[in-house]
């Protein structure tokens, strides 16, 4: 069974930096995308960053710039650095890991962690 483990939110100023980290466990298809998604108070869940096993990233355009992503795959772990932090980026936060497969591919989510950006 496919396991998420996420640490680092919690509460910081403007203008400060977290870093999420999701460690994962059980059997994962090699090649994959690990992902952070957000979902503030009021709107609709929304992807914040991908990675893909090779290295490949993507970045929502409200955090390009700010965010960066990077994954350890000897350690099957993906990581969220946020610097520059607005109080906009309030939101859980959730990690997503994806199997890419044409056939019978997976999907799975952590818990969700608390980002608190105040002003």
């Known amino acids: 069974q496919v396991q998420l483990v996420e640490s680092g939110g919690g509460l910081v100023q403007a203008g400060g930096s977290l870093r999420l980290s999701c460690a994962a466990s059980?059997?994962?298809?090699?090649?994959?995308?690990m992902a952070w998604y957000r979902q503030a108070p009021g709107k609709q869940r929304e992807l914040v960053a991908s990675?893909?096993?090779?290295?490949?990233?993507t970045y929502a355009d409200s955090v390009k710039g700010r965010f960066t992503i990077s994954r350890d795959n000897a350690k099957n772990t993906v990581y969220l650095q946020m610097n520059s932090l607005k109080p906009e980026d309030t939101a859980v936060y959730y990690c997503?890991?994806?199997?890419?497969?044409?056939?019978?591919?997976?999907?799975?989510w952590g818990q969700g962690t608390q980002v608190t950006v105040s002003s």
């Open positions: 997503n890991v994806r199997e890419l497969m044409v056939i019978a591919g997976r999907n799975y």
């Open positions: 059980g059997s994962i298809f090699s090649a994959n995308a």
């Open positions: 990675i893909i096993t090779g290295g490949t990233t």
